[in-house]
Structure formats: structure tokens, C-alpha cells
């Protein structure tokens, strides 16, 4: 089941909904909990696509795909996590806006998980009953600004830095997912996750034992090969298979 966010060209009021057939049909109530349906459906086209959720908040993972061919020599012994602020989600088809002091930034096209109730200390068979669905991210960073020692925050924390959507797909076959990345049309990034060096139950997992994670709570599973610098004027599309498409151009 596909769900969504949306709002008519003619309003500014932003509802939830679920695709079926290219129509996005309306519902109340709280998707990941209690809802149901308005009577309302619209034509997919008549609508522009907000981000499919607003997050509690944004956790991310690094360096977290195996380069073709290589064995990495160390796994799931101690993963690299960041915090990226609520404030940088922006939805499909709105504008990335650079930092004025800076002509380009990373792209980093991502399964994002969306957990859909209380986890804490799970084990790794059990993490994903805790998942609602998944959703398309692109982790945008100016590596620009990390610190020497490893730092990364102020390269992740701009606004529009993290576009996500189109919609949140719950039956999601993990194991079948392909993430891809085009930039101006140009194939980047195309890997299945298969690749990932901790999985996504392994990332849940990890960070249940430290932490709450809560409904609402997003976590970026880490960027493939090809993850390449975009610039003003630039289109990046990223995929995965099984949720859509997610386009966001940088602005001019």
C-alpha cells in the first residue's frame, strides 16, 4: 500500500491519501495508526506531492555500501550514525537550494525506513514489525563543512537537504529493492541492497539497544556507489524499485 501526502494546486492544505491506479484516494485519522477513508479521490496529475510524512526525526547511516567486487574487512562492529534536522525535509519536485557560499553538494540517493511503533532493544528477527514502510531519500551533505576529525553534522543540516518521498510503500520486498540515482538523466548510483554491509533489521536493531526509536522516526540505510556533486541548474532523480520516484531540481 502506497501512501501519500498531497496537496490541490489550489490550496495550501495538505492531505493524506493512497494510490491506487494513478488516483490518490483521501483519508483521515493517523495512517500509521487509525484511518479511514473520506470518499474524496483525485487524479494523480491534479496534485503536487508533498513529502510523504513529517518526521520526528532523522537518523543516518554512513558508509554503509559495499563497492562492487570488495569484501569489507570489518561489520556491523560499531556503524557511523548522524542526526539530520526535521527542518531540511522537502518533498518531490521542490526546489534544492544550495548554501550561497557553496556551488555544489553531495546527492546520496537512499531507502529511508519509517518506523511505525516504540522500539527499544529489539533483536534483529523481530526489527522489522516495527517498521510502517519505506520511502525514498536523498541525503544531500557539503562535505564542505565536516570537521577534520569527523564531524559531520553542519554538512547535513541545511534546509532541502533532505528530499524524501514520493510515497511510503509498506510492502516493500527488501531483499528485490534496486537504488539508482540520475543526474541530469545520467545514470549514478544503481545497486540493490544486497550490497548494504548492516541491513536495515541490523540498523534498527543497533540503534534500539541505545535508543527509543518512535513512530515517525526516519532512517536513512545508506548511499550506494556513484553518489556524485550536483550543482545549480541540476536535476537528481532517485528511485527504488517498488515506491517511485523522487525529483527534485537544484535551484537556479
Known amino acids: 500500500m502506497k501512501f501519500a501526502r498531497f496537496s490541490l494546486h489550489s490550496e495550501q492544505v495538505v492531505r493524506s491519501g493512497i494510490l491506487q491506479n ?10 500509521m495508526n487509525e484511518w479511514g477513508y473520506t470518499g474524496q479521490v483525485y487524479e494523480e496529475r491534479e496534485v503536487k506531492l508533498a513529502a510523504p ?36 525535509v522537502i518533498g518531490p519536485n521542490d526546489e534544492i537550494v544550495l548554501p550561497k557560499d557553496l556551488t555544489e553538494a553531495k546527492f546520496e540517493a537512499e531507502i529511508a525506513v519509517v ?6 532493544q529489539v533483536e534483529p528477527e523481530d526489527a522489522l514489525n516495527y517498521v510502517f514502510g ?19 553534522t553542519l554538512g547535513k ?27 541530469n538523466e545520467k545514470r549514478k548510483q544503481d545497486s540493490p541492497t544486497s550490497l548494504m554491509i548492516v541491513s ?11 535508543m527509543l526509536l518512535q513512530p515517525g522516526d526516519v532512517l536513512l540505510s545508506g548511499a ?5 556533486f550536483l550543482r545549480r541548474g541540476d536535476t537528481i532523480e532517485c528511485s527504488v524499485e517498488g515506491i517511485g520516484k523522487l525529483r527534485n531540481r537544484v535551484r537556479n
Open 22 to 31: 494513478n488516483q490518490l484516494y483521501e483519508i483521515s485519522g493517523d495512517m
Open 53 to 88: 510524512l513529517c518526521p520526528n526525526q532523522i537518523i543516518g547511516i554512513g558508509l554503509n555500501y559495499v563497492p562492487p567486487g570488495e569484501t569489507p574487512e570489518w561489520q556491523q562492529t560499531m556503524p557511523v550514525f548522524f542526526f539530520k534536522p526535521v527542518s531540511s
Open 115 to 120: 518506523i511505525g511503533k516504540a522500539a527499544f
Open 134 to 152: 519505506y520511502t525514498v531519500g536523498n541525503d544531500l551533505t557539503a562535505p564542505h563543512y565536516f570537521h577534520p576529525n569527523g564531524h559531520w
Open 157 to 183: 543540516v541545511s534546509p532541502t537537504f533532505t528530499p524524501l518521498g514520493p510515497f511510503i510503500e509498506t510492502e516493500l520486498a527488501l531483499h528485490e529493492a534496486v537504488v539508482r540515482s540520475g543526474l
Open 200 to 210: 536495515i533489521p541490523h540498523i534498527i536493531s543497533y540503534l534500539s539497544q541505545l
Open 224 to 228: 550506494p556507489a556513484g553518489a556524485d
